[in-house]
């Protein structure tokens, strides 16, 4: 995505920065390294959005705009990928990271004898959780390691084009 949509697609960093519920936040907010749109903050905000995606957790945003403060990322962009884990696509996310687990732990990925009662739901739960949460740590290193170096390698091919093009032309 050119560098002038996503400029345009983020909110005006002094509308944040005036909010009163962010005014917990302090001077931190105030970082222009959380607005500013470069190569490095753009990859860092894919890392830490990406990361955060794959996060099961409520409130997934609040962890990736603490993510990107601490790492001083571009906050917007890090805060709006994690919304790639929705309700349609986290069933299918999830799952995926549960069978990823129990290959990686060798556990059977199936229950035979599930009851639906609170001591079965207990029990399933204390089986399947330690498979799920490998597979999703998993996933979010290697979404966010490839989103990283993905987006650092085009936009250096985008910016190495432009020049080019420049040279090209009289």
């Known amino acids: 995505m050119p560098k ?12 944040i920065k005036n909010n009163k519920y962010l005014g917990l936040l302090g001077s931190r907010l105030h970082d222009n390294n959380l607005w500013y749109l470069n190569r490095h903050s753009a990859a860092g905000a894919f890392a830490v959005g990406l990361f955060c995606t794959w996060m099961p957790i409520p409130f997934q945003m609040v962890l ?11 906050l917007p962009l890090s805060a709006v990928l ?8 986290m069933p299918p996310m999830f799952y995926f990271a549960y069978r990823l687990g129990s290959f ?18 207990s029990s399933a ?5 330690p498979p799920f949460l490998l597979g999703c740590l998993v996933m979010a290193i290697v979404c966010s390691a490839t989103g990283f170096m993905v987006i650092h390698g085009l936009w250096r091919w985008t910016v190495s084009r432009r020049w080019k093009r420049r040279r090209r032309i009289p």
Do not use: C
Not at 106 to 114: A, E, G, I, N, V
Not at 125 to 129: E, K, N, P, Y
């Open 125 to 129: 739960m204390s089986s399947a959780a």
């Open 104 to 121: 990686l732990l060798d556990r059977p990925h199936h229950y035979k004898h599930f009851e639906l009662s609170l001591s079965g739901l």
């Open 64 to 74: 990736a705009a603490l993510l990107a403060m601490t790492f001083r990322v571009n």
């Open 4 to 15: 002038k949509t996503l400029k345009r697609l983020m909110p005006d960093p002094g509308t």
């Open 82 to 89: 994690v919304w790639l884990s929705n309700p349609l696509t």
